[in-house]
């Protein structure tokens, strides 16, 4: 581990000022070494103070490279950037350098992406992010980590107050009662989008290369600024979220959903636990027709189990319409 990610997480596990030579002591390495790493830490924004019994952690350790590592429990690294073109593709470009367990945060995204190549608004306050893993499952079981992601940004989005809940596959939507006259079309019906999840992956039939999952949630932004359809975080509760706080319960939980085989076995039920689409009449844009009906489940890996009126089919990708019962 690097001395910063070393440093940050003395600093968090301290309650107290934590001194320099038992910091150097504890992390194997000079004291020069941990100045060097407390200097930089501070170029960064992450205002590591001086008491004279040692070092303590900022007050409010900000939205930042450093602030977000801190006192994360989960392995990834983090990378962090104010403007980028897309953090998918800064991922997928740490994939072919050969990196693996890296989160990369963005606060604005200029060229971002979300399925099918549509444009995805990404302006400064969101929290734009796409986490780096390889793991060792067979490629037919990737789409779960779409799924994770989605109760991963559940969950997040519910510590801070906001009732949200999962449109299969991969929106994350608040509101979302039948007769939602607020409702708005590009989210489909019933339901204001708060986050999109893009997975991408490389790999042979039986593993998985790399997969990248990226997940865009409007955290701070005025909807106004966003499309049609589309809410915040700070819309829905009525002020701003500590990004640094909700990226770390998110990448928190993904850990958690994703880390063993036994862990991807409880994945589908927590989505089902926070599914707004199952017992709804649906209906599925498959790309080469449409399937229409009440969703009744979840299946492996990932597939919407739909009755039709003749006979149950499960659905692998589509866009998902809402419809009102009548419909
Ligand atoms: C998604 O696609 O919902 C996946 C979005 C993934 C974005 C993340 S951000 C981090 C990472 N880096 C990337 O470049 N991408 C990922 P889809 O289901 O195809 O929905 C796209 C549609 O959502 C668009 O056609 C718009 O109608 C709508 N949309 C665009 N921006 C939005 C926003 N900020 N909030 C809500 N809806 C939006």
Not at 69 to 92: C, K, M, P, Q
Not at 121 to 134: E, F, K, Q, Y
Not at 163 to 190: C, H, Q, T, Y
Not at 245 to 273: H, K, M, N, Y
Request: aromatic residues 4%; negative net charge.
């Amino acid at each position: 581990m690097d001395t910063r990610r070393a440093l940050l997480d003395a600093l968090a596990a301290d309650d107290g000022p934590v001194s320099g030579p038992a910091l150097a002591e504890s992390l194997g390495v000079s004291r020069a070494a941990v100045w060097k790493a407390v200097e930089a830490l501070r170029e960064e924004g992450f205002a590591v103070g001086s008491t004279p019994e040692g070092y303590v952690a900022p007050d409010d350790p900000g939205y930042s490279e450093p602030g977000i590592a801190f006192g994360l429990d989960a392995h990834h690294s983090v990378t962090y950037h104010e403007r980028i073109a897309s953090t998918n593709e800064r991922a997928r470009e740490l994939a072919a350098e050969g990196a693996t367990d890296v989160a990369v945060v963005a606060d604005e995204q200029t060229g971002s992406r979300g399925r099918l190549d549509r444009e995805w608004v990404a302006p400064s306050g969101g929290v734009w992010l796409s986490v780096l893993t390889r793991p060792d499952v067979p490629t037919v079981r990737a789409p779960l980590f779409t799924l994770a992601a989605a109760v991963a940004t559940t969950d997040a989005a519910r510590e801070t107050g906001v009732d949200a809940r999962i449109k299969w596959p991969n929106d994350v939507l608040v509101g979302g009662d039948a007769d939602d006259s607020e409702s708005g079309d590009a989210a489909g019906r019933g339901g204001r989008k708060l986050a999109g999840i893009l997975t991408e992956m490389e790999g042979e039939a039986d593993r998985i290369g790399w997969l990248v999952v990226g997940v865009g949630v409007n955290a701070n932004i005025d909807p106004e600024a966003l499309p049609e359809g589309a809410t915040s975080l700070s819309a829905e509760r009525g002020g701003p979220v500590d990004r640094r706080r909700f990226v770390a319960t998110l990448l928190e939980r993904f850990a958690d959903l994703t880390g063993s085989p036994e862990a991807l076995d409880r994945i589908l039920p927590a989505w089902r636990e926070r599914a707004d689409t199952i017992g709804r009449r649906v209906r599925i844009d498959t790309g080469d027709g449409f399937v229409e009906g009440t969703a009744v489940d979840v299946a492996e890996p990932g597939a919407l189990v739909v009755d039709t009126g003749e006979g149950r089919r499960r659905v692998h990708a589509g866009d998902c319409e809402h419809l009102r019962d009548a419909e």
